[in-house]
């Protein structure tokens, strides 16, 4: 099939290379005209797990191109999907103004049917002022169906997650763009459901929301936890062991934080609120995740006593393990509020230092993950890299002042870690 994605970001980005991979020849297109040069050269914008392979691999089968023109998007292809940012306001809802753009420029793109997707995280009802817009602003006066087909992947994991999708979401108002979307998604062997517009756009800040919500439970937990002496880790593996609950994302840490909870809980509450719902349950899911921040950041000031002048290094910028997004890290969340302390910083992330030092000023960048700790008060980590689990804690020990480890992430097992010599604090154990 004949696809175009408008918007080259991290969602259309592997999105476009994932179906390329399947055999659909794919037109990405983006009006940051750097970033399609960057693309046509070779180059690739962002880090994620295999996707540079992906990428290569696509443009060289002659099935994967750029560009910055929406109409040679439009023009080229059957289904055309919109994946541009849908970033918050300071209110918290949404700002739909890239859509709408991308909307009205695609209307005015349009000499043949075509279907219109939104991928983007939007809220209910968009989908009808989108199809409202792309209306008005057709001059050709075609038909098109719009559709809604949200995406679940994860940053680090986008490639896999797309690839190998839990459930494929189809949002239709009509059934006529029912087999071609079914086509589509017919090589990832994915189950797919077929709902009204609506639903569709539901079903993803749903997931989104329980999902930082079952995070928030387990830090809730983690206090609990910290109070009686019992251990997180423990209490989620029990947990996790019903399949009612399922055991992933019942990993106490810091918080949670990227592009999308923070910004999807705070749209779904704004949601409820103009439906006449207050939703308190989503209020407090953000309020733990605040006070856990705040919770780890007093474990070290309580710890080191006086943070001024204190050396601390940090391990991990990022706002998770394989990524280099900073956007809404924890990681650089608690460097900043180190750093109101007086703290001196010294921070190391194995791929997410260049982008971090926009946003983190400063502080002494480390290259080498063992050097970090060296001449420092205190460690902490604050993104779960696994390459973290294999520092050279010996190493390092020797290096600082004096041996105190904060681990936000749970990488280390206490017990080892005492034996090692260190005072060490992580989340709920
Ligand atoms: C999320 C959703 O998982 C994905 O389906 C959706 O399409 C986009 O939003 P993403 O933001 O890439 O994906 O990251 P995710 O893996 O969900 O992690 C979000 C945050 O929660 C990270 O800061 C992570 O470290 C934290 N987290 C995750 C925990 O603290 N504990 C966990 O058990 C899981």
């Not at 750097?34 to 099935?63: D, T």
């Not at 541009?84 to 753009?101: A, C, R, W, Y």
């Not at 559709?147 to 994991?157: A, D, H, K, Y």
Request: glycine content about 8%; charged content about 25%.
């Amino acid at each position: 099939m004949r696809l175009a994605l408008i918007g080259t970001g991290y969602v259309g980005l592997v999105t476009g290379a994932c179906f390329a991979e399947v055999g659909h020849h794919v037109i990405c297109v983006d009006n940051d005209p750097a970033k399609i040069k960057l693309l046509q050269e070779g180059g690739i914008p962002i880090y994620e797990p295999g996707l540079k392979e992906l990428v290569e691999r696509n443009v060289a089968a002659g099935r994967l191109s750029f560009t910055t023109r929406t109409e040679a998007g439009v023009q080229a292809s059957d289904v055309v999907f919109i994946a541009v940012p849908t970033p918050p306001l300071p209110d918290g809802s949404v700002d739909l103004s890239f859509i709408e753009k991308v909307a009205r420029e695609i209307a005015s793109a349009m000499t043949s049917y075509k279907i219109v997707v939104d991928k983007s995280t939007v809220p209910v009802k968009t989908g009808d002022k989108v199809a409202e817009t792309i209306k008005r602003y057709c001059k050709a006066k075609v038909e098109f169906d719009v559709v809604s087909n949200p995406e679940f992947l994860r940053e680090g994991f986008a490639v896999e997650d797309l690839m190998h999708p839990d459930r494929v979401v189809i949002g239709v108002k009509s059934p006529r763009p029912v087999n071609t979307m079914k086509q589509v998604y017919a090589p990832f062997n994915a189950p797919i459901i077929v709902t009204d517009i609506n639903s569709a756009e539901l079903i993803k800040h749903a997931s989104n929301s329980f999902l930082a919500l079952k995070i928030s439970y387990i830090n809730a937990i983690s206090v609990i936890c910290e109070a009686t002496g019992a251990n997180v880790q423990e209490v989620a593996n029990g947990m996790g062991m019903d399949e009612r609950i399922g055991r992933r994302f019942l990993d106490a840490s810091l918080g949670f934080g990227g592009s999308c909870f923070p910004k999807d809980l705070s749209a779904f509450i704004k949601i409820a609120e103009q439906v006449g719902y207050e939703f308190g349950l989503l209020k407090e899911v953000q309020k733990i995740n605040t006070v856990q921040m705040e919770r780890f950041v007093k474990k070290i000031a309580d710890t080191l006593w006086v943070l001024k002048d204190k050396k601390i290094g940090v391990l991990g910028l990022a706002f998770k393990q394989n990524t280099d997004d900073v956007r809404m890290s924890p990681a650089i969340d608690l460097c900043q509020r180190l750093q109101k302390e007086g703290a001196l910083l010294r921070v190391h992330d194995p791929k997410a230092m260049e982008k971090a030092q926009a946003v983190l000023k400063d502080v002494t960048y480390v290259g080498d993950m063992n050097a970090v700790a060296d001449g420092c008060d205190a460690l902490v980590v604050a993104t779960e890299w696994d390459e973290f689990k294999k520092l050279d804690l010996a190493r390092c020990r020797e290096a600082m002042t004096h041996p105190i480890l904060f681990d936000g992430r749970n990488l280390f097992d206490p017990v080892e870690m005492e034996k090692l010599g260190f005072i060490y604090k992580s989340i709920g154990r």
